[in-house]
């Protein structure tokens, strides 16, 4: 019932031309956008994991799996920097060393490029929706197809009705006038 109703409201935004361009926009990014977050997602796990196991014992927030991922998406959105730093204990230099490394990096890496990289693959796909609403859209395989065979059946006619289903189905004649547009909701 919620997605349906969801679905219902995207639609329905669909027909002003505001939100049509911000329901294309969301449709032609989805799949980079998506493979995207696969990546980042397996990098995230993967700082997950290293903080786990190796900051497990020196900090309270790396303590158990779910606390560090909790931890490191803080860390991404500004969160909690200060306290996280703060907070490791001094027992090892080397630890000490590895903890500074380890979150400078993970902040620099997702903050810095992770993050702009996400919203530049989002700007990238309406900056080509908007240019195809300026220039039209590109011809699809479809029309390319039709616009080759058009005269392969004999005749340049082809597809229009013949002379004498005309007299037949006079009432039933439409113009051809918008059929090679499309309209892409």
């Keep these: 019932l919620f997605?349906?109703?969801?679905?219902?409201v995207i639609r329905?935004?669909?027909?002003?031309?505001?939100?049509n361009v911000l329901i294309l926009?969301?449709?032609?990014?989805?799949?980079?956008?998506?493979?995207?977050?696969?990546?980042?997602?397996?990098?995230?796990?993967?700082?997950?994991?290293?903080?786990?196991i190796v900051l497990g014992p020196y900090h309270e927030k790396f303590e158990d799996l779910n606390t560090v991922a909790e931890c490191l998406f803080s860390l991404v959105n500004g969160d909690d920097m200060f306290a996280t730093f703060a907070q490791i204990q001094q027992k090892s230099t080397f630890v000490?060393?590895?903890?500074?490394?380890?979150?400078?990096?993970?902040?620099?890496?997702?903050?810095?490029?992770?993050?702009?990289?996400?919203?530049?693959?989002?700007?990238?796909?309406?900056?080509?929706?908007?240019?195809?609403?300026q220039n039209g859209?590109?011809?699809?395989?479809?029309?390319?197809?039709?616009?080759?065979?058009?005269?392969v059946f004999g005749t340049d006619n082809y597809g229009k009705p013949s002379p004498s289903s005309v007299t037949f189905m006079?009432?039933?004649?439409?113009?051809?006038?918008?059929d090679d547009l499309i309209r892409i909701n």
């Design 25 to 52: 926009t969301m449709q032609a990014s989805l799949p980079k956008v998506l493979r995207f977050c696969c990546c980042a997602g397996m990098i995230y796990l993967g700082y997950t994991f290293c903080g786990w």
């Design 3 to 8: 997605r349906s109703v969801w679905v219902g």
């Design 12 to 19: 329905y935004l669909g027909y002003f031309q505001k939100y």
């Design 96 to 133: 000490w060393l590895f903890s500074r490394l380890y979150l400078y990096s993970f902040i620099s890496l997702f903050i810095y490029m992770i993050l702009s990289l996400f919203i530049a693959l989002i700007t990238d796909s309406y900056e080509t929706i908007k240019k195809y609403q």
């Design 170 to 178: 006079c009432c039933c004649r439409r113009p051809r006038i918008d």
């Design 137 to 151: 859209f590109p011809a699809t395989d479809l029309h390319e197809f039709l616009k080759e065979t058009d005269g």
